[in-house]
Every structure is written in structure tokens, then in C-alpha cells.
Nanobody
Framework: QVQLVESGGGLVQAGGSLRLSCAAS????????MGWFRQAPGKEREFVAS????????YYADSVKGRFTISRDNAKNTVYLQMNSLKPEDTTVYYC???????????WGQGTQVTVSS
């Protein structure tokens, strides 16, 4: 069982930056692939970025490639999402997730709101 708690969301102007954090409980964090997703009200959940258990492989949605960076610190049981050059269309709730593979996620956090003003 893994419990995930996101933090770092907030209000920022377009062009600004935020860093989201996702702290995980449990001693097996380093064995899980981690991902960031986002979902606006009434819309489907959207993949943002993922990272392998070792951190050696990362993937990004085209919409955030070059602006967002996912990373992890297994010693701190934490995964990060550095978001630069934010746009109003990045406004939504962001969720982190953990899974045995980068294609399937079993555990989800409660989400953190990101709002980008124009």
C-alpha cells in the first residue's frame, strides 16, 4: 500500500513557474514508477509525465514537453514536477500516481490545484 500526498500547487502568472511535490509513504517507493496527471472538471484525465523507478526513463505529454520536468528522490520518497513557462491552459488539478509499471497506476493522491492567470 502506498499513500501519496501532493503539494506545491497555487496561483501563478502566465510565464511563471511552480514545483509540485508528491510525498509517498511506505518503504517500497523506490520500486514504483511514478506519474503526474491532470484533470479539469468535466474533462478526461490527461497524462502529463512519468518516471521509472530508477529515474532513468522519463516521458512527457507533447503539451508540456520542454516546459515541465519530472524527477524523483528515492531517499526522500518524493517525486517532483517542475513546471516552467506556465500557460493559462495548464490550469487544473494535478495528481500524482504510483504503479508497478509506467503504463498502469494503482495508487493516486488527492490532487493539488494549479491556477495560471493570464
Amino acid at each position: 500500500q502506498v499513500q501519496l500526498v501532493e503539494s506545491g500547487g497555487g496561483l501563478v502568472q502566465a510565464g511563471g513557474s511552480l514545483r509540485l511535490s508528491c510525498a509517498a509513504s511506505g518503504r517500497t517507493f523506490s520500486t514504483y514508477a511514478m506519474g503526474w496527471f491532470r484533470q479539469a472538471p468535466g474533462k478526461e484525465r490527461e497524462f502529463v509525465a512519468s518516471i521509472s523507478w530508477s529515474g532513468g526513463n522519463t516521458y512527457y505529454a507533447d503539451s508540456v514537453k520542454g516546459r515541465f520536468t519530472i524527477s524523483r528522490d528515492n531517499a526522500k520518497n518524493t517525486v517532483y514536477l517542475q513546471m516552467n513557462s506556465l500557460k493559462p491552459e495548464d490550469t487544473t488539478v494535478y495528481y500524482c500516481a504510483a504503479g508497478a509499471t509506467m503504463a498502469e497506476y494503482d495508487y493516486w493522491g488527492q490532487g493539488t490545484q494549479v491556477t495560471v492567470s493570464s
